[in-house]
Every structure is written in structure tokens, then in C-alpha cells.
């Protein structure tokens, strides 16, 4: 879920009407006809301006929402709680200081839902990378939910606010030389940043909902895109909290803690079917530690993604689905790089494509007096399952392997929550990921038109992880890791790394993830 690369230039302008007339919408071209800034301005202004007229025209009688304790009836995993969920005894099972004195369920039931989090990663590289040796890597956040029915007489709204900081030091970038980040938080450099700001509404009956403001395309809280809940058990970031492949070939696309402006339209028909689309702001150099998330500027390129997907629960008052399947495609304009006859060639644009699905493969009985899992929030840590046995896989392609750094991603495994009944919030995982490393420079500006690209990297690389997390009390849990990584790439700059051109070995990796929802 992080950037690889830094941001490219804008793409060059042509006549839309040519390509619609033909029947072909060269999508780069055509976007090209209006400066980047100013055509996502107006897509975002466009989105606000119809999530102003519903919530104006639900709030016309100006009385306040009387809470319902029921859920909304066509979303899955809403990052907004219905009101039992911010009741004592509900938060005093999420979060490891539960309602705070009541506080936290005092501000819930008027409409403020703040929470805070802190992941630690204490991992050592016991054998081969680069170097051995051991390093702590960390992240804290705290967000705010603002429901503005509750607040405000605001139906339908809510504002998300957040920030979060990055400190400590980085195994993979330290050590082991890997693509595939081993500890958990090390999502992004060691700064503070902005990350959300963005404003949510929901129209016809939660069926549809708007989205605009500073977004990521994971998602912490709830789901954005290319979602799995089954990523969110895995340290290595080679499968949390989706598909890192993308993120290795599309200069600027936010992944959190880093955020880029960008708007998002989901609609839900039913509780098992919905599509979703978004266009974002995709300037890398926005997305630096340095800017601290405070670069509000639109220099583009634009990122446009669109998902489709099918869910099946398998009882229809469950809170999560028993199998998950999303297929989608994106596309960013920019310049890029490939190798043509052993130089450098410009081209314009980049497009792929994904698909990921999961499956319960079979229940596990509750223990007697086991209450039934009904938090609604889903967070890195989130034990509240069901038991039971499931299985995951995902896939991203970028076709030309030869511009692209990973023109092919997929991770595979299984989960198991709740193995004992007399820890029935534990979780057992396994899982494998793959990306294959690129033929060409990808995003590489060149010296010379002639100069030829030498490719001292491994064809691919691997990562197995093997983990068990300790539920240790509601909003703690403890995370022992085993990742062994086949075929690290190597990062130069390491401090006493291994000569000049010379193979990687691959590297055996230890440690424990730690995650505390206060």
C-alpha cells in the first residue's frame, strides 16, 4: 500500500470529440483538454454540490434524528456506527479504554467519534538480506468521525478528520533490502502528517453515498477499494490492507497514512452487490513526508478507478459477508518510461487491473456465553469475527512489463479466527505473496536517448508469512510473525550492504506486531 515512485509530468492534450466520434475514448487525451487541477476541482465540487442538496433537503424540518439502533441496511462495514455501537458496553469491547468514563460514549451519542491508535513493530533479520540486525518501526494516529445528523440535524453526513505519525526505523529499508515491507507500520517515512479530511454523504437509503475531500484507497476504517478483512490479519505489508502491487506502479496513488485530494461515488443496490468509482489527484511529490500532508495543490496527473462487486452472507442480519468477490480497473495519466531497442522510450499513460475474492470455507461453534461478534468498525486488529475458516487470493496486472516495476502481484492464503473456543478472538493466518520485478526502468527519467539500462535485479520476489494474533484484551492484540522473503531486490544506500551487483540472499525475518486501539 505505498508509493514506490515519484510523481511524472502531466499528459499532453489532444481533441476529445475525435476519440467519441470513433468510438474509442482515449481517456489521458481527453482529460487532457482541461488542466488537472481544475477538472478535479469540478468533479469534486460536482460531488459536494449533490451531497449538499440531499442533506439540505433531508434536514428541512430542522428536528433532531432520533437514533435507530439498526444499522444501515446497504452498506458493509460503515465507517459510521449506529448508535448501540457507541453504547459503554459495546466500546468497552473495542477499545482498550473502553468508553473512557463514559466520555467516548457521551461524544458518540452526539455525533463525535474519536479514536486512537498505535501500532508498534519490534522485528529482527535473523539470516541473510543485506545485514542482520533488529529495528522497531511504529505508527499513531487519531481520528475523528463527525455524524452531522447527530450533531447537527445533518442527515446522512459525516466528516472524517485525522492525523498520524510515522517514527522509528524501517527493517526492509535498513536491513533486509526487500520490496515487501516486513513490519506493519512501515507504511510510510518518519513524519507527522494530515491524513484524512474529507466530507461523506449518504442518499436513498444508504444506498448510494458520496465521498470527497483529502481519501486514501485503502481504508483503515471501513472499505474503499480492492478491500479484504483478511488483509488486515497479516503483518507483512505484502498483503495489508490491500494489494501492494498497485501501489508500485502508480506514481501518486495514496495509500494511508497519505492522502491525496479525490472524490468517490459507491452505489449499493442491495446488501450484496455494489460498484464504485473514484478520480483522485495522483502527485507524488504531494504524498513526501515533507509535505506533511499539507500540499493541498492540484498538479495531477489524474488517477480514475472503477470496482464492481458481489458479496454473500450467509445469514442476512450478519454483519460480514461469508465471501467477498471485486474485480476492477484503473488508469493515470503522466509520462512513463520503456525500453525499446535498449533505450529509453517516453510513453504516456498507464492502465491495469485487478480481482480479489475471499471465502469462509467453514463456521466454528461458539463457546457457550460467547457473545456474537456486531462491532461495525473494521481496524488493523479487529478480532471481533465470528470463528471460523477462510481463504483469500488477489490479483493485480499492469500489461507492459517493460515500463511498469511490478507488472504482475498476487498474494494468496488462509485464516482461521477463533481456532480454541477458549480464545475465540485469536487468529491463525498464512500467506504467500508474489510480484514479479520489471523488465524495464519504470518512471526512471533517462540520461541519454541511447544509454542502455543494466537490470541487476532478481526476476521476482516472495514473501511467506506465518502469524498467530493474541486477542490480550479487547483493543489489544499481540502479533507473532514469521516471514521468510525469497529474492530481495537490495537498496543500495544500506549502510555495509553487499557489494556491487551481487545476489541478495533471502532473509529470514522475526518479530511481533503490536496493535492498541485506546
Not at 457507541?86 to 463514559?102: I, N
Amino acid at each position: 500500500m505505498f508509493l514506490k515512485v515519484d510523481a511524472q509530468p502531466r499528459s499532453a492534450g489532444s481533441k476529445a470529440a475525435t476519440a467519441v466520434r470513433r468510438g474509442a475514448v482515449d481517456l489521458n487525451r481527453l482529460c487532457g483538454l482541461i488542466p488537472a487541477g481544475f477538472r478535479l476541482v469540478s468533479l469534486m465540487a460536482a460531488s459536494l454540490c449533490v451531497s449538499l442538496h440531499y442533506a439540505w433537503a433531508q434536514s428541512m424540518p430542522h428536528e433532531r434524528p432520533t437514533p435507530s439502533v439498526e444499522g444501515p441496511s446497504h452498506t458493509y462495514l460503515s465507517a459510521s456506527p449506529s448508535p448501540d455501537a457507541v453504547s459503554p458496553s459495546s466500546l468497552a469491547g473495542q477499545y482498550a479504554f473502553g468508553s473512557w468514563d463514559a466520555l467516548r460514549s457521551e461524544l458518540g451519542r452526539r455525533g463525535v467519534v474519536p479514536t486512537i491508535l498505535l501500532i508498534s513493530d519490534l522485528f529482527g533479520n535473523l539470516h541473510g538480506g543485506e545485514q542482520t540486525g533488529a529495528a522497531a518501526y511504529n505508527l499513531a494516529s487519531l481520528d475523528f468521525r463527525i455524524d452531522t445528523g447527530l450533531l447537527m440535524g445533518w442527515k446522512g453526513g459525516q466528516f472524517d478528520i485525522g492525523g498520524a505519525v510515522n517514527f522509528g526505523t524501517s527493517l526492509s529499508r535498513s536491513y533486509i533490502g526487500n520490496s515487501f515491507q516486513v513490519q506493519l507500520a512501515d507504511c510510510a517515512g518518519s513524519q507527522p502528517r494530515l491524513t484524512y479530511l474529507s466530507y461523506t454523504q449518504t442518499v436513498l437509503e444508504n444506498r448510494m453515498s458520496f465521498r470527497v475531500g483529502r481519501l486514501t484507497l485503502n481504508s483503515v476504517y471501513g472499505e474503499e477499494f480492492m478491500g479484504s478483512e483478511y488483509f488486515k490479519s497479516f503483518a507483512s505489508i505484502g498483503f495489508d490492507l490491500i494489494p501492494e502491487g498497485v501501489f508500485f506502479n502508480v506514481p501518486g496513488a495514496a495509500g494511508y497514512p497519505r492522502t491525496t485530494w479525490g472524490t468517490r461515488l459507491r452505489y449499493s443496490p442491495t446488501k450484496r452487490f455494489y460498484a464504485q468509482a473514484g478520480a483522485y489527484n495522483a502527485d507524488a511529490h504531494q504524498l513526501e513526508g515533507s509535505q506533511h500532508g499539507l500540499d493541498f495543490s492540484l498538479r495531477g496527473p489524474l488517477f480514475t478507478i472503477g470496482e464492481v462487486g458481489f458479496r454473500r452472507f450467509a445469514q442476512e442480519d450478519d454483519s460480514k459477508p461469508a465471501m467477498n468477490i471485486k474485480a476492477g480497473g484503473f488508469y493515470t495519466g503522466g509520462t512513463h518510461y520503456t525500453v525499446s531497442s535498449g533505450a529509453l522510450e517516453a510513453v504516456r499513460g498507464l492502465y491495469g487491473f485487478y480481482a480479489l475474492g475471499d471465502q469462509q470455507i467453514w463456521r466454528l461453534k461458539l463457546s457457550s456465553g460467547t457473545p456474537r461478534a456486531e462491532a461495525e468498525l473494521s481496524r488493523w486488529g479487529d478480532a471481533e469475527r465470528q470463528r471460523h475458516v477462510g481463504v483469500f487470493a488477489s490479483v493485480v496486472v499492469v500489461p507492459e512489463p517493460r515500463t511498469n516495476i511490478m507488472p504482475y502481484f498476487f498474494n494468496v492464503g488462509a485464516m482461521s479466527y477463533g481456532m480454541s473456543p477458549q480464545r475465540p478472538r485469536d487468529f491463525f493466518g498464512l500467506g504467500f505473496a508474489y510480484g514479479s520485478n520489471s523488465r524495464g526502468p519504470a518512471s526512471i527519467p533517462p540520461v541519454s536517448s541511447t544509454e542502455r539500462i543494466p537490470l541487476p535485479v532478481p526476476s521476482n520476489e516472495q514473501t511467506l508469512e506465518l502469524t498467530y494474533g493474541f486477542a490480550v484484551r479487547p483493543g489489544i492484540l499481540l502479533q507473532p510473525s514469521l516471514q521468510y522473503i525469497v529474492h530481495p531486490m537490495g537498496i543500495a544506500s544500506i549502510p555495509n550492504a553487499l557489494p556491487p551487483g551481487a545476489t541478495v540472499p533471502n532473509a529470514l525475518a522475526l518479530g511481533i506486531n503490536t496493535v492498541i486501539s485506546f
